[in-house]
């Protein structure tokens, strides 16, 4: 017996109600004091945003759409104990809702719409695309689980189901989805249950209707081993074209996978290959025992003319739609390793600033240090738009200056039962807080610093 998995990742949902936001210091373990130069919520015009074409990816990543941060506190277990939930972020005002309608709604049953929503989620045409898993009872065995892939539109509040799961709930292959037009583009797997094999497979669903049509097939592989999820990957689409890998060459081919047409070729590609419209970006190894290492890399979106290193060497990058914000891989030694869950003696920070440069790679320039007199930073989970930086982070602070970084001096933003989004200022370098807690541990202010 074989059978399409459809996968699919979180759900996002609208409340225009105002929450209360934790505080940095009374709830949340381990977050850093913050005790001079507070400002007021401030907020400066910019015309640069995040480019559309490419695909967008699941997890738990801090996402931007229409003026409006989201992110999702928690983690998604199929119970909900944590009553985590969707929220958002105005930009210009610096106010954060959840993004549930209900303004009584505890996100704890599932008469909430966001009720065990897996914490990846893709926001297209204002709508949220996601996925919901949970136990229908404690004893999983006796009653199964439960699991749709649905949208919730973010203008009139309509929930609409696309597939619903009622015998089995099933991770995701590959966390990254493409949406264009009515289309969904998205990976999945055919389980071939007698010979405990799966295939993976590149997906087509129609908004409009549903539907779903496998457009490429894999190489089998034994179900429960390790194995590459696909052979080809989709990167992005314009003009009505997919753009595809299979991580020597790129392709693009009409929406049916159809046409087939060969761009670049004769090269070994990053995981990230991404457009603003003109240009392909995508990194190439220096050292393949350092990702790190990368050297990012431009050439027409045509193929013609030459491929161009543009002077930026990183693993971890960001487009805009003026710049290549990217994270300088410069190893910096913070202190002894005092961290019962860290491996090493010593604590060494991959990356030690936040650098962009034009697509070209000109006027490039460091925005903000992650090394710092008083606090350490690592950044994961951002995205950058108009003047400012917004990311999922951790930290590290000597506070009793014995050169050892113990577990009370790190913290983590995405803690469980909260999150905190930082929003770094490029221009000035001051940062701002948000904090978004649980019904347990509510009560407090966001907070800006000025540095």
């Avoid at 549930?100 to 719409?113: E, G, V």
């Avoid at 761009?263 to 995508?282: A, F, N, Q, R």
């Avoid at 390793?337 to 920070?349: A, F, K, V, W």
Wanted: include cysteine; hydrophobic fraction near 30%; charged fraction near 25%.
């Amino acid at each position: 017996m074989k059978r399409l998995i459809s996968w699919v990742n979180t759900l996002l949902i609208l409340l225009f109600v105002q929450i209360t936001v934790t505080s940095c210091n009374d709830n949340i373990p381990n977050m850093p004091s913050v005790t001079d130069g507070y400002l007021d919520f401030e907020y400066t015009e910019s015309d640069d945003e995040p480019i559309l074409y490419n695909t967008l990816n699941g997890g738990s990543e801090v996402k931007y759409f229409d003026g409006c941060i989201y992110f999702f506190n928690g983690n998604s277990n199929g119970r909900q104990e944590n009553h985590s939930t969707l929220y958002r972020l105005n930009t210009k005002t610096g106010n954060v809702t959840t993004v549930c309608p209900d303004p009584l709604c505890k996100h704890n049953t599932p008469d909430c719409p966001f009720y065990a929503m897996d914490s990846s989620y893709y926001i297209y045409k204002n709508k949220v695309y996601y996925t919901r898993t949970y136990f229908l009872d404690i004893d999983v065995k006796e009653t199964g689980g439960y699991g749709d892939f649905v949208s919730f539109d973010l203008g009139d509040s309509k929930l609409k189901r696309y597939v619903a799961y009622d015998d089995s709930i099933h991770d995701t292959l590959f966390g990254s989805e493409l949406f264009v037009d009515k289309y969904r583009f998205f990976y999945s797997a055919i389980v071939d249950t007698e010979a405990k094999k799966a295939s993976p497979t590149i997906n087509r669903m129609n908004l409009e209707d549903g539907s779903v049509d496998v457009l490429k097939e894999g190489n089998p592989f034994d179900i429960g081993s390790s194995h590459s999820i696909m052979g080809d990957k989709f990167l992005f689409t314009i003009n009505k074209r997919v753009y595809f890998t299979d991580e020597t060459k790129i392709y693009s081919t009409d929406y049916d996978m159809n046409n087939r047409q060969d761009i670049l070729s004769g090269m070994v590609i990053s995981s990230k290959i991404l457009t603003d419209g003109e240009y392909i970006y995508w990194g190439e190894s220096d050292d393949p025992d350092n990702v790190n290492l990368q050297t990012l890399y431009r050439a027409k979106l045509d193929g013609s003319g030459e491929k161009n290193p543009i002077g930026i060497k990183t693993a971890n990058w960001q487009l805009t739609e003026k710049y290549i914000y990217y994270l300088n891989p410069k190893e910096t030694i913070i202190g002894k390793n005092g961290l019962e869950q860290r491996p090493g003696d010593e604590i060494i920070l991959s990356n030690n600033e936040i650098r962009r440069a034009a697509h070209d790679g000109s006027s490039n320039e460091a925005v903000f240090s992650l090394i710092q007199d008083d606090i350490n930073f690592e950044l994961y989970r951002y995205i950058c738009v108009g003047n400012y930086v917004y990311t999922a982070y951790q930290t590290y602070t000597d506070s009793n200056n014995d050169g050892t970084i113990d577990d009370s001096e790190f913290y983590q933003s995405i803690y469980g039962e909260a999150y905190t989004v930082l929003r770094i200022d490029v221009t000035t370098g001051n940062t701002y807080y948000i904090h978004c807690g649980t019904e347990e541990n509510m009560g407090g202010e966001n907070e800006q610093q000025k540095n």
